[in-house]
């Protein structure tokens, strides 16, 4: 769990930025603030600091406090920390105002503020309690008012929360309003997919969740599988809402991160989905920044939601743009049981299919052509340059022109050339909206069975 002080209310952060030497206490890890003091004492931490300035002592303590099992939630958790740690110790009659946020690796983190004269001397006090992973932790800032913001802020962008023994999975359920409780082993069974490589899987009785080995840039990817759920809202309305539930924020938001890339389509199975590809925390190519993919799926009258986060999509590599990205083949190897025959939508596909689809850069040239009736054409133009002169440079370009046969055997195309040469791609037609879904384009996806990569053509 990542957390950030701003004018002493507590929100959640989604990175680190270890410029400094991390230190660890029970289930933490934290940066101290330069020249601040380390002590423990009866198993609490306390880091602290104390300076005159013009003629005035502020001061500032930040007492850590170990973590310990609980079965309550995070409310009842916070109050009882409040009741304990603030209310009893200061004599601090008011009631709290407290405010909630739950992160994506599935810490929620409760959080008030209160003032009182303490032995003569005015104090600000903060209490930040954390629930997740059947444990509770809470940090007790103590303060002279209106100082120490940058230290404060600092620290909390800073500090993480880890579950014991290193396994913390992503608790979307309880982030999504489930009860951990919910019988949900039948509609986890429903789905049937092909982990990534070296990933491995845990099954819970509210999930499934597949976590990536820890990369050389320390990034550890997870994908998170939740139970199926009925709904009867439209699939967009239904992704939309659950990404706010999830991250905490508005995928269609333009700041501080871009717009997402969202996309809609049916499977050959006949499931409807869409997804939503967004930077969520923070600004692209920040430390804090991470990457998140949200998919829902529609089965009947049943709703399947599946999570992805990562590093950064420039510096990931799992869902990397750059270095890998496992999300392809994962999503190829979706299916669903007790979904339709993929023979039913093969003429529907061939529908969508049907016309003429483009791929231009500066080197290369792609064109296909699809008719309903199983035949196409495509053609492909490569340039290369050549420098013949200190003026002059060489353009030569290559040209290949075809004209075929294809057939489909669910998200598989086979393309036989005329000429004897085959081909064969994993391929999806959908609908791809990168600006808030404005505007929405077609696209036709391909990746070669045994390759690392696809690529996309847009309809001409």
Known sequence: MKISLLSLLIAFAWGQSMFAQTETFDIATFV??????????NGILVLQDRKRVQGRVEFCQIYLFPSQSSNADATENFQAEWDSKVA???GIDAKPSPQAQTNPEGWTAVSATGFVVWQGVPTEVVLVASTGFGRSASILVTLSPNTYQTELNTFFQNFDYHAPGGDHPLDVHRMHGEPPS???GGSLANYVYTPPPSWSQQTLVDGVVLRSPVYDNGE???LTLLPWRPSSQPLDVEAIGTFRQIFQTDPLTTYPSPPPTMARGTSPQGWEYFTIKKLVGGQEGEARTRGSILLVARVDSQVATIVGTSKDFMVSQCFGLLRGDVWPRFFYSLQFKNARS???ELAAIQQRLAGSWILATGSMGMAYTFQANGRYADTMATQ?????SGSEVLATTTGFFGDGAYSIDGNRMVMKRDDGKRFEYLFRVEQVSKDSGRTWADRLTLMEPGGTGEFSLRRN
């Open 32 to 41: 101290r603030p330069a020249g601040w003091s380390r002590a423990e004492s």
């Open 88 to 90: 009893r110790t200061f």
């Open 182 to 184: 919910s019988p949900a």
């Open 220 to 222: 550890s990817c997870q």
């Open 342 to 344: 993929p023979g039913q």
């Open 384 to 388: 290369y340059r050549t420098r013949v």
